[in-house]
């Protein structure tokens, strides 16, 4: 069995995540060793585009490579290296190749994979994760051809208005009341999905698929629907079976971290980004994983100082890790901006414009009890400023909720 | 230090405005403003919304 005898920092995952952890560690101070390891062969890349300019072929794949600080330059990348295994307690890693790689700390940046539906069959099936993926996607988007897209949160929103932009009949199916109903609320969700109708999408809302069939799929009412392709966008599964031999992880949903993001009260050991769940003062002491593209850069930043501090034996940072949640989807020319965690409120309160409306700007302001816990805007660049001045109010670290 | 914003590449997200309020902000029309030799002392900062721009058409430099 081959040992690498490199020591130092292992950050396992080489997307956004794990580029800002190593950058974070130099930042921190950290001036040893640090490899990352990534299971695709490519370094880090932005996966925005790949819902959108991408998919909409208005953007070279080459052109998504993450800017990266010089400060990173003398990692060791190990690309196309899968990380099997890992051991906590003996601070060894086990990659599918058989080699084994020791380290003095450890970062868990492997994000999540897609769910897929559980049935065979069916027309040709797509996700949107990789590179690769929205390629593959990408080539059958033709004028004309049917897209049937399963699901309705981010990815099947953003893929329903590419998709409809480049002039294919387009067709969703989600359980929920209303498309990205979980992220913004029953209002601001009625809202955009009547823009999407302005424009052509129609949506079975409230309907499972049942069974796929080589031209489509049917519904759990007995509807038939007839597609060219169909796209699974029912959500991500994190990645977190390699950790499942260390004893006493929980691993239910992400890798339980505490408010320093280190794992299972392991001090040589974070996570960071998707795979993270970890409480958030702001908004209480339940433990979240929160998939939205800001977060793989604060937790980093957390993470980083907290694994520092524990190797160089240096004080850390009392403060727990608190960031501001923020997403933005951009779907036709609308853009959905959210600052805060509007998923969290009890309720919605219009602040700007005409929701029955098939345009202009919409702003609303989202409440657990009488906290303002987040703003969302739906519209143009108008909106999204609006959203933004509000950013004092949220920036206020409430007293934890217990 | 000198902080360059590709304004062809900029959508507006207003990322960078959270993240470094002292040097970005979004004016009444949503467009992106900016100060292009901010205090040293946020450098940090700058370097965080460089980080934080989804189209990454900030640069900090010097």
């Known amino acids: 069995m081959e040992r690498t005898g490199r020591t130092g920092i292992a950050v396992v995952g080489a997307s956004l995540g794990g580029l800002r952890a190593a950058e974070q560690l130099r930042a921190a101070g950290w001036h040893g060793p640090i490899t990352l390891f990534g299971d695709e062969p490519h370094l880090p890349y932005n996966r925005p585009p790949l819902s959108k300019a991408v998919l909409a072929g208005h953007a070279l794949a080459a052109g998504t490579e993450l800017r990266r600080r010089p400060s990173v330059e003398d990692v060791e990348w190990r690309l196309g290296a899968a990380v099997s295994a890992a051991d906590l307690m003996t601070h060894t890693l086990t990659l599918t190749d058989g080699s084994v790689h020791m380290y003095e700390g450890l970062v868990a940046a492997t994000g999540v994979r897609p769910r897929r539906l559980p049935m065979p069959g069916g027309p040709p099936r797509h996700v949107v994760r990789t590179l690769e993926d929205s390629a593959a996607l990408a080539a059958g988007l033709a004028a004309g051809a049917r897209v049937l897209v399963i699901g309705s949160g ?26 990205m109903v979980l992220a913004l609320g029953p209002h601001l969700a009625r809202a955009l999905r009547r823009r999407h109708e302005a424009r052509g999408v129609r949506f079975h809302m409230g309907r499972l698929a049942t069974e796929l069939t080589p031209e489509g799929c049917v519904l759990d009412d007995g509807t038939e629907l007839r597609a060219d392709l169909l796209v699974e966008a029912i959500g991500s599964l994190p990645n977190t079976e390699w950790l499942a031999a260390t004893p006493g992880l929980d691993l239910t949903d992400g890798i339980l971290c505490d408010a320093h993001l280190r794992i299972g009260g392991i001090p040589h050991a974070v996570a960071v980004g998707d795979v993270a769940r970890f409480p958030n003062p702001r908004y209480g002491p339940v433990p979240r994983r929160v998939e939205h593209w800001s977060v793989p850069g604060d937790t980093a930043r957390h993470a980083a100082r907290t694994l520092v501090a524990t190797l160089t034996g240096t004080p850390r940072d009392p403060a727990p890790c608190a960031p501001l949640p923020s997403f933005w989807s951009d779907q036709y020319t609308l853009r959905l901006q959210s600052f805060g965690q509007p998923a969290l409120a009890d309720r919605s309160e219009l602040l700007e414009g005409d929701p029955t409306a098939p345009e202009g700007d919409l702003l609303y302001a989202y409440y657990q009890g009488p906290r303002l816990i987040g703003v969302a805007a739906l519209g143009g660049p108008t909106a999204t400023a609006a959203a933004a001045r509000h950013r004092p109010h949220l920036m206020t670290l409430p007293e934890p909720v217990t | 230090m000198r902080v360059i914003v590709d304004l062809d590449v900029c959508q507006d997200h207003g990322q960078c405005v959270f993240a470094a309020p002292d040097i970005f902000r979004l004016d009444e029309e949503g467009r992106l403003a900016y100060v292009d030799s901010p205090d040293a002392a946020l450098r940090a900062d700058a370097e965080d919304a460089a980080d934080v721009c989804p189209l990454q058409a900030i640069r900090v430099e010097g």
Do not use: K, M
């Open chain 1, 154 to 179: 981010f990815i099947g929103c953003e893929v329903a208005a590419t998709a409809r932009t480049a002039g294919c009949v387009v067709t969703v199916v989600a359980p929920e009341t209303e498309p």
